[in-house]
């Protein structure tokens, strides 16, 4: 397959106004600046001192009866089950809420559904074993919001239940205790995009106001929320921001032993942790294990306070995570094979087979979307059922396309670019039929190609030291706040060479006549041969640090001949 060319375009330029406003910043990072909405110097220093922002709950619905239905749990002893997911969000989801809830001496364990024995959210069943088993109220964390059936039963059978949530809104919420998702349409939460970590968060923050001499702060738990907030990738602005700045900060000072484990096995320094290492490096691990095990491994990581026990299961988790990679590769092969020359003509891609391990489809699909950029679904198939995940494309709200298909649907939910649903296979040839007739409609005539869009078109001589230390200023970046790209025009390339273990990476000298940077380009290896002596490049400016050497470097995202 020949790679995808890619859409440059450029931020408009600064106006005149903010430009004045921001004067004492350096021209390039006001460009920066304006990008991000920020136009004036007030916007400018709150967005820039992250460390000083405040987050509140308030106003966010439910909070008031889920508290006080929990204090009654908490007082009568009552056995509380919290009902988290098997991915980073929903295990962090869940480990927070059983530490905060075991410190204020409740009666709380928690149960993480096996992604192919049990499936995704609310399980009728399961709700009724709970209660056999001497359950007063569930507690779900990362699920529900769609659970409308599931809720029914719960209250049918005695059993009460909280549900907090993320996941976009159905036509019917659910009847509860109380239900907490911001984006339910009467709720005036102005951050209506947490992750189901950032919401059980808020829970956590509203109960301990009502605990003032409890044994632990909210704080304490912000490293848990930087970490399934970073692995779901919700959009890193506004409060997601804040938290996942203080509880990088948690991490950094490693206090819980779980983590400094897992940090360990992934040769990272807890100085070192950004939003990359989480993303990179310890989401996956943590994620790996609800995909090819259980999610209960996870779990046992974070509430883990002996350093043996942690130590064992980080490298439990790191094997785990080495088999996710081959078989994410495995089953992206396989797709593409049974697609053959008809995946490059389709709107939106569809790949279903019984051999598709159901924990490794969604990465799967995510490289078909990047690969092709396509709207991409991979499922597993039984006798009776297709299980598939999707990953979309800005241009394309694949949870509102899987609305279209409710009726031919058991199951389904997610965001704007991820999501998943269950299909009987009597459905399914309707199913796909539809999925492609709606993908046609609002693709057709699109351009089809990933765009890369730069903050600035800039001279390599522009990038002065000082840069990075303002640039360090948007931290932490991401998903919605992704990290500033430059590009510039007629580079010489002076030196290139291959890297890696597989020499599909470039190491290149590259001057503009005034300066000299070193770059590298990951996966961009093939152009090696082809690269002419002047090029443009778009590219990241970024500190490198190799064995405590420190040096600038352009991180290049894609090259083209000048």
Not at 371 to 380: C, E, G, K, L, S
């Given at each position: 397959m020949t790679k995808l060319a890619?859409?440059?375009?450029?931020?408009?330029?600064?106006?005149?106004?903010?430009?004045?406003?921001?004067?004492?910043?350096?021209?390039?990072?006001?460009q920066i600046l304006f990008n991000r909405g920020i136009a004036s110097s007030a916007e400018a220093i709150d967005f820039l001192n992250i460390s000083k922002s405040d987050t509140t709950n308030s106003g966010l619905l439910g909070i008031p009866e889920a508290v006080s239905r929990i204090r009654t749990a908490i007082e009568n002893n009552e056995k509380i089950i919290i009902y988290g997911d098997f991915d980073a969000d929903g295990v962090t989801s869940s480990a927070l809420l059983v530490i905060l809830l075991r410190a204020l001496d409740a009666n709380v364990k928690e149960f993480l559904p096996n992604r192919v024995d049990d499936g995704y959210?609310?399980?009728n069943s399961k709700l009724e074993e709970l209660k056999a088993n001497g359950t007063g109220l569930v507690v779900t964390v990362d699920c529900g919001i769609r659970a409308v059936e599931q809720a029914k039963h719960a209250k049918e059978i005695g059993l009460d239940l909280i549900i907090t949530d993320h996941h976009t809104v159905g036509s019917q919420i659910p009847e509860a205790i109380a239900v907490i998702n911001p984006k339910q349409p009467e709720d005036d939460y102005e951050e209506k995009d947490l992750a189901g970590v950032g919401v059980a968060y808020k829970l956590a923050c509203a109960l301990l106001e009502s605990y003032p001499n409890a044994p632990i702060k909210a704080e304490e738990l912000l490293d848990l929320v930087a970490i399934g907030t970073v692995a779901d990738l919700v959009p890193l602005l506004g409060e997601n921001r804040v938290?996942?700045?203080?509880?990088?900060?948690?991490?950094q000072r490693s206090t819980r032993q779980g983590i400094f484990s897992l940090l360990g096995i992934a040769g990272v320094q807890p100085a070192e942790v950004n939003t990359g290492k989480i993303g990179f490096t310890i989401g996956p691990r943590i994620n790996a294990a609800g995909r090819l095990g259980s999610a209960g491994d996870s779990f046992d990581l974070i509430m883990s306070?002996?350093?043996?026990?942690?130590?064992?299961?980080?490298?439990?988790?790191?094997?785990?995570?080495?088999e996710r990679q081959k078989e994410t590769v495995n089953i992206h092969e396989k797709a593409r094979e049974l697609l053959g020359d008809e995946i490059e003509k389709e709107f939106i891609i569809f790949a279903a087979h019984r051999d598709f391990i159901p924990g490794v489809v969604g990465l799967a699909a995510s490289r078909l979307a990047e690969?092709?950029?396509?709207?991409?679904?991979?499922?597993?198939q039984t006798e009776t059922h297709t299980r598939g995940s999707c990953r979309s494309i800005p241009e394309f709200h694949i949870t509102a396309a899987l609305e279209q298909c409710a009726d031919l649907l058991d199951h389904f939910g997610g965001h704007a670019a991820a999501a998943g649903f269950t299909v009987k296979n009597s459905n399914l040839d309707e199913f796909v039929k539809r999925l492609k007739r709606i993908s046609k409609e609002q693709l057709s005539g699109v351009d089809l190609r990933p765009v890369i869009l730069?903050?600035?078109?800039?001279?390599?001589?522009?990038?002065?030291?000082?840069?990075?230390?303002e640039l360090e200023q948007l931290e932490p970046t991401g998903y919605g706040n992704s990290e500033p790209i430059?590009?510039?025009?007629?580079?010489?390339?002076?030196?290139?060479r291959t890297v890696g273990r597989d020499n599909n990476h470039l190491k290149l000298s590259l001057s503009d006549g005034r300066v000299v940077f070193d770059a590298i380009a990951f996966n961009l290896g093939d152009m090696l041969d082809k690269m002419e002596t002047f090029v443009d490049i778009a590219y990241k400016f970024e500190l490198n640090i190799f064995n405590g050497r420190r040096s600038l470097q352009l991180n290049i995202v894609d090259i083209i001949p000048a």
């Open positions: 890619k859409r440059w375009t450029t931020a408009a330029p600064i106006t005149e106004e903010a430009n004045r406003e921001l004067q004492e910043y350096s021209p390039l990072f006001r959210g609310l399980k938290l996942v700045a203080q509880g990088i900060d948690n991490i306070k002996d350093p043996i026990t942690a130590g064992n299961l980080a490298q439990k988790l790191d094997n785990i995570n080495r690969n092709y950029y396509r709207p991409a679904i991979v499922a597993n730069a903050d600035a078109n800039a001279k390599l001589s522009d990038l002065a030291p000082s840069l990075i230390k430059f590009i510039s025009r007629r580079v010489q390339v002076r030196s290139k």
